[in-house]
């Protein structure tokens, strides 16, 4: 479970890296396609879940096509090469990666290395074991299922 | 399961599992169709030309929130076409839930089988069997004549006796009482494991 000092922290490392590249869009997303954090263009209005599912699951899709072509680990990179825009993936350890995108004017290079320098900061971050702020018990409390329970007959309503 | 505690998100994934043709995709289709637009993302299709899921569907629920935190569903299916054995197993990597959907027409209850045991296989990887993992059966395409007698689904398919509901997808019929139910599933045992490791620290 991330902290909210962790996700402060991350927050600020991709601040930073969308200071540094004209990014329109950083991701911070985990193998699930859960968004971590994340930094976008208030006018870039694009489904950041959808772009963080389809990113995981292509990225574990190229991860067996890694298998299969024998390579030792999955493929460090996936670069997606737009007309406007480009989309750099790259992994931050092992269950998690980076989307940046960005203007397909700004030069490959710069972004791989700011990217690289900012997954150098995250990683400490990620690894790091912050004691929880809230127990597992207390979210899943008794009043947890019948709550749930009553907003899901509240929300499927019409659904019969 | 994934808390994003800084966020107050807690994700679930439920994963719609069946042979192919089953109605795994009419069953988010529908949901997609009759859910408040506010509480639900765009519904992601991604099919071959031939309109036969090729990697999965996706559509993400939200419900409102519970004590401040914000339950999101993820709701996933897979390919049930045998050639796609890997992308099913691609996308049950971090599966807390799942609605096995059956399709009740005679000729299918082999499919129905096979398709039952390539799940549990895939379950075993991830150290889990179908009697320790929170799972749900609907028997979709009821309204079909050459539909199989219930009773008779339940002892081909329902060796656990998990809770199981009859559905016709298309029409809306089962779909929203299967997936309560494989929620329910998922948060039980989620209790039932807190509570386990509460009794053995005591």
């Known amino acids: 479970m991330l902290s909210q000092k962790q996700f402060d922290e991350i927050s600020d490392c991709l601040s930073e890296l969308a200071r540094k590249l004209r990014v329109t869009a950083l991701l911070l997303i985990d193998s699930g396609g859960r968004i971590i954090a994340q930094h976008m263009l208030e006018e870039w209005k694009v489904n ?30 996936v670069l997606y090469e737009g007309e406007e825009h480009n989309a750099y993936v790259s992994a931050a350890g092992e269950n998690t990666f980076l989307v940046v995108v960005f ?13 690289k320098r900012t997954i150098a900061r995250l990683m400490p971050v990620l690894n790091r074991q912050d004691a929880p702020s809230v127990g597992m018990d207390q979210i899943f409390d008794n009043r947890f299922q019948t709550i749930l329970d009553d907003e899901l007959d509240r929300s499927f309503k019409e659904m019969g | 399961m994934f808390i994003h505690w800084a966020l107050r998100e807690i994700h679930l994934k439920i994963v719609y599992y069946g042979p192919g043709l089953s109605g795994k995709t009419a069953n988010l289709q529908y949901i997609y169709s009759r859910i408040d637009p506010a509480l639900k993302s765009d519904l992601v299709m991604l099919k071959t030309h031939e309109d036969r899921t090729i990697f999965f569907d996706f559509l993400q629920l939200e419900v409102g929130h519970i004590d401040g935190k914000r339950p999101k569903f993820n709701l996933y ?20 839930g799942i609605v096995y959907v059956a399709d009740s027409q005679s000729e299918m209850m082999d499919a129905n089988l096979d398709t039952l045991l390539d799940l ?83």
């Not at chain 2, 299916?77 to 807390?96: A, E, S």
């Open chain 1, 48 to 77: 950041a879940t959808i772009l963080a599912v389809l990113t995981a699951s292509t990225h574990a899709a190229s991860r067996e096509m890694a298998r299969l072509l024998r390579e030792s680990s999955n493929f460090k990179m």
């Open chain 1, 103 to 115: 203007e397909s004017s700004v030069a490959l290079g710069m972004v791989r290395l700011f990217t």
């Open chain 2, 77 to 96: 299916t897979v390919p049930g076409q045998v050639n796609y054995d890997l992308t099913r197993r691609i996308c049950l990597n971090g599966v807390d």
């Open chain 2, 120 to 202: 549990e296989k895939h379950l075993i990887r991830s150290g889990k069997t179908l009697e320790n993992f929170p799972w749900v059966l609907q028997y979709n395409k009821r309204d079909l004549p050459s539909a199989e007698p219930l009773e008779e689904m339940e002892r081909k398919l329902n060796f656990f006796g998990v809770p199981s509901f009859e559905a016709v997808a298309p029409q809306g019929q089962g779909v929203f009482n299967t997936l309560k139910e494989v929620i329910r599933q998922v948060v039980s045992s989620v209790q039932a494991q807190l509570e386990g490791n509460q009794r053995m620290r005591a």
